[in-house]
């Protein structure tokens, strides 16, 4: 088993460093793309972020079940997920609505290739305890919204290293209270298991990916914005808690 693991850790890697070695050829692609048309750009960013992604996932022995598609509204909307793994993105960014921007930590913009792609599908970068840059971000994300594309984020604010799903910063999800944008919840189960608990390697896993229904927040008064974090993180916890313990 543990050469298995071994062998798709190798195989990962180097499908990775392919991947980023790739940037220096296709970005050329993409502006000429871009120069012509921004939104068939903007299509072919996506569509070379979501191969990337899958076939990582592809490669880890992964299977990924998606579930509840139908609670996803026929208009933009946040999605609002729990955070456990770096999978999250990777096994589930390809099985979101097209458009949908990410909001990561600024981080990730550094990483050569993958954050060039990020930039290119209009994913916000955003750095802790930077108050005046946390505001921007949430004036930018309501934007993207106005504009059409969906938004995802992680209102834990960072990878829960424990069990379950850790507090929501309410701060986040001004992005859809102040406009009166609908939330969608989003829970990722059995992601921590592909590649963080058992560092440096991986292995396979079944994830699900369970769109949850609509919070409609346009109609919500002070009190139930002010109860809205803890109400989703209840949401959030009893579906990653259901599917958590189901065998797949």
Known sequence: MKILSIIRTIICLAFVAFFMLSGP?????E???RRKNEKKALAFSVAVTNWGFRCVTTLTGS??????????PDEPVLFAGNHRSYFDLIAGY???????SIISKVGLKKVP?????MKRIKCLFIEQNNLRQGM???????ALIKNGSNVLIFPEGTRNKGEGVGEIHGGSLKIATKPGFKIVPVVFTHTREIF???????RPQHVTIEFLKPLDTSNMSREEQKQLPEELRNILLYTFEK??????
Do not use: C
Request: charged share 15%.
């Open 196 to 202: 963080e608990k058992q560092f440096p390697l991986v």
């Open 94 to 100: 390809y099985n979101f609505p097209f458009h949908t």
């Open 113 to 117: 290739t993958i954050g060039g792609w």
């Open 243 to 248: 599917n958590n313990h189901n065998v797949l």
């Open 25 to 29: 050829v296709l970005f050329p692609v």
């Open 136 to 142: 921007q971000m949430v004036l930018d994300a309501q």
């Open 63 to 72: 299977k990924v079940t998606v579930r509840g598609r139908e609670n996803i």
């Open 31 to 33: 502006y000429f793309i």
